[in-house]
């Protein structure tokens, strides 16, 4: 299992985080998500590919990107 961490945007409210963290659960090969509001992080474990991730949380109207060290 891996963990992914992303940087997601546009995220204001916890309607906004719940909204994420769902998007999140639905791509297939993710065991578990943390959505912060305040810090605007997600990690994701499991096995789905970033991209996935990324395009998932892009449809949902958010801007995410994989978080840099």
């Not at 995220?11 to 639905?26: D, E, I, P, R, Y």
């Not at 810090?39 to 990324?54: C, H, M, R, S």
């Not at 998932?56 to 978080?67: I, K, N």
Request: charged share 15%; hydrophobic share 35%.
């Amino acid at each position: 299992m891996t963990k992914i961490e992303l940087d997601v945007t546009g995220m204001t409210c916890g309607h906004c985080q719940t909204a994420v963290t769902n998007t999140l659960k639905s791509v297939p090969g993710v065991d578990d998500v943390q959505v912060n509001l305040q810090t605007g992080k997600a990690v994701v474990q499991g096995a789905a590919q970033p991209e996935q991730l990324i395009a998932a949380v892009q449809e949902e109207g958010y801007g995410a990107r994989l978080s840099t060290p």
